[in-house]
RNA sequence: GCGCCCAUAGCUCAAUUGGAUAGAGCGUUUGACUACGAAUCAAAAGGUUAGAGGUUCAACUCCUCUUGGGCGCGCCA
């Protein structure tokens, strides 16, 4: 919370600094310098006024840094000029102090705000259709979207994570049917089992239950009896890699069920788009004019058979969720749709909505590779790794922190005997590792008598403990970053930035020492580690094992 | 053919969305356990950020082109 504390006071006093100078609302950004440089926060306001209001950087860093020596003196120690004309700035080791006993104090609850009601989000992911067990790229899109919600919750946004469940539509009927010929074949009769039916064995599992229970045949709801089992299989996967869902919406719900006047959502949200002009009929169907929003061509609502298309019930879905009351959207996607992005992005406006209202977050599918070979991922032929089989294999933590390791956009692959390897090596438990020890040390420091609650701070004054504090602080940048971007990876980065420095600190600076004070203190510290440790690890949902 | 994404160390990937000498893990080389856990630490080696131009005080980041890879272009979902 250091660096924001700082940005709004320099956004305050530069601001002002500007407005003399005839610029208004001038921007600029407060960074962490580089590794190299000794300095806590590097300041660029004066490179960028300079050539607004074209005079020297260096002269205008210099009265900046006026400006904050006077105004800022209890927080900064030093400022000075550096390089092009960054102004670096050192912080009072009060400042640090002050932070870690914020730390100590809010625990779980640091860097959350009770409540920030700018928002009502909506992050939508996985919605994997319940034809066959999720797989190893739907396992990425749970990860990424379980994560950045968490992390949004945490910054008290009222956000709500949802699947959005295709259960209807020729898949179903495929799926349906793949069970019955099961269920026939199981009962003696020789008939084939087409090509491009499901192939998986949980096929052949929902057609044993089935004649297990003894039903008639003709009594039997395939559709309904394969959704019933495929979905307590991805609920259950899901669990299983600490995903729950406030929410599983169906698209039957739109698509099938109708109100007193026997209309559909669908129906209706088709009407509407009629009605303001953003659909129209031509060829015997419905079309959507998402070109008038920058699709490269329109697209089919109602087929001229008259059933609609898939887009018809993502419209209906879409307008659904903002009768919801959600004002932020977030859909996470497989690169595979993301042809699909201009098409939902018109229907957005075309409710209403800014085009900022809905954040498409594609990402890369993942390869998967065996023996060097690529595996084939397709659900139809049944030759696929699913999700559950590597959480299996590499446990639940170690996959979502490989996961959370890359950007959305970059293409990842996935060796799966690598990954069987990372037991050991997988930088999740370098993270994990920094907990146990801190908890070791708690355990051993048991039998003093001489540690107080009220450690004097001011002892932690080494040079490793001042970077470890102000890494810790910086906990609250990276939710921040997290929430510009959208994307939860940079924790991991993070995380494992934090690790670092703290393996480094442990090694040079003993805790449990003959000084009962400077004891007390660092005992004091490695609690806010912990503290910080298990809150990141907490909003890419892995585990903080007091032991490993 | 058109469109979207990507290309960074031997490998897998970061880089605070335009900042200073581009960082981690794995792998390789060398060293450190008779005090809190060696799942660790210290040190070394490894880069023309695919290539070529351009914008900028400043480019891995933005623009143009080239090359290479992934994906998409249906009245499928």
């Known amino acids: 919370m250091i660096k924001q504390q700082i940005t709004e006071k320099l956004e305050e006093i530069i601001g002002k600094y500007a407005k003399e100078k005839g610029i208004e609302n001038f921007v600029f950004s407060v960074e962490e310098p580089p590794k190299n440089i000794d300095a806590d926060f590097a300041v660029n306001a004066a490179m960028l006024l300079a050539k607004r209001i074209k005079s020297n950087p260096r002269i205008v860093a210099a009265e900046i840094i006026d400006l904050i020596l006077r105004d800022l003196s209890g927080f900064v120690d030093k400022a000075e000029i550096a390089g092009a004309g960054f102004i670096n700035l050192h912080l009072k080791n009060e400042v640090l102090f002050n932070e870690l ?215 209906a879905y879409h307008k659904n969720k903002f009768e919801r009351g959600f004002t932020k959207l977030v859909n996470l996607w497989g690169a595979d749709h993301h042809g699909y992005v201009a098409r939902i992005n018109a229907c957005v406006q075309m409710l209403g909505f800014s085009k900022e209202t809905l954040k498409v977050i594609l990402y890369q599918l993942v390869s998967l590779v065996r023996n060097g070979q690529p595996v084939a991922m397709s659900t139809r032929t049944g030759e696929f790794i699913t999700l559950k089989e590597v959480i299996d294999e590499v446990g639940k933590d170690a996959c979502r922190f490989f996961f959370l390791l890359r950007a959305p956009d970059s293409q990842l692959e996935f060796d799966l005997e690598l990954a069987k390897k990372q037991s050991s090596e997988n930088p999740v438990f370098y993270v994990q590792y920094v907990n146990a020890r801190c908890n070791s040390i708690f355990r051993e420091s048991k039998s003093r008598t001489d540690i107080t609650e009220n450690a004097d701070l001011s002892l932690l004054n080494t040079n490793e403990e001042r970077v470890l504090i102000k890494k810790l602080a910086a906990f609250c940048d990276t939710l921040s970053v997290c929430e510009k971007t959208m994307s939860p990876h940079h924790f991991t980065a993070y995380l494992i930035e934090l690790a670092d420095i703290y393996h480094k600190f442990y090694e040079k600076c003993r805790v449990l020492s003959d000084d009962s004070a400077l004891t007390s203190a660092r005992l004091k510290l490695i609690e806010a580690v912990c503290v910080i440790i298990k809150n990141g690890l907490d909003m890419l949902g892995v585990c903080a094992p007091e032991k490993m």
């Open 101 to 315: 006993e914020k730390i100590l104090s809010a625990k779980d609850k640091y860097g959350s705000k009770e409540s920030n009601n700018k928002e009502k989000i909506m992050v939508e992911f996985v919605s994997a259709n319940p034809t066959g067990p999720l797989h190893i790229g739907h396992g990425r899109g749970a990860a990424i979207g379980d994560s950045l919600s968490r992390v949004l919750k945490h910054l008290g946004y009222d956000t709500t994570k949802e699947y959005y469940l295709n259960d209807v539509g020729n898949q179903m009927l495929v799926l349906a049917e793949s069970v019955r010929v099961r269920y026939l074949q199981l009962k003696g009769d020789d008939i084939p089992f087409p090509a491009d039916h499901y192939q998986g064995d949980y096929i052949k599992d929902t057609a044993k239950r089935l004649i297990a229970e003894g039903k008639n045949i003709d009594e039997i709801d395939f559709k309904k009896e394969a959704v019933k089992d495929i979905l307590a299989t991805i609920e259950s996967d899901l669990k299983d890699f600490a995903v729950e869902f406030d929410n599983w919406f169906s698209e039957g719900k739109i698509a099938f069920d109708k109100d007193a006047d026997g209309k559909t959502e669908v129906d209706k949200s088709c009407e509407y788009l009629l009605s303001k002009g953003d659909a129209y009929a031509q060829d015997g169907a419905l079309w959507l004019a998402s070109t008038k929003f920058g699709d490269d061509k329109d697209r089919v609502l109602k087929r001229s058979d008259g059933r609609y298309t898939y887009l018809a019930s993502d419209v």
